[in-house]
């Protein structure tokens, strides 16, 4: 019996997940790899992060995003699981916005992060 848990996220491009999780500070490891669990089952991840218990956490891609593959009995962060992905998901979203508005002209200009730890960002394109 796994003990796997897959947790659904909106997480669709890997290099933005890897920028948010490096900016996070948080140490990863490109896949493909193998997640470890319970009894030393293994789960295929792109992304990995160990954590001293021996039990990893990852990111597979399903088909559609990548979910959060991780044995859940045997989390070891700072943070819940609910807010690991919500820091990781708010993290992405911010490396998304910003790399997709450079790629079409645009500059940050302004950020400023609020008080509710949301991140209000400006940017602008210059036209000649």
Do not use: C
Request: proline share 2%; net charge negative; glycine share 8%.
């Amino acid at each position: 019996m796994s003990h796997f848990s897959q947790i659904k996220t909106q997480i669709r491009n890997l290099d933005s997940l890897k920028d948010a999780l490096t900016e996070l500070g948080i140490d990863w490891k490109p896949g493909p790899r193998e997640v470890r669990g319970y009894r030393g089952q293994t789960h295929p991840a792109e992304v990995t992060i160990e954590q001293e218990n021996g039990y990893d956490i990852g990111f597979r891609w399903n088909g559609k995003e990548y979910e959060l593959v991780a044995d859940l009995q045997y989390w070891q962060q700072n943070l819940s699981v609910d807010g690991f992905l919500r820091q990781v998901t708010q993290r992405y979203a911010y490396e998304a916005v910003v790399k997709e508005t450079t790629h079409v002209g645009f500059q940050v200009t302004e950020q400023q992060k609020n008080a509710d730890g949301s991140i209000r960002l400006v940017v602008q394109r210059w036209s000649a």
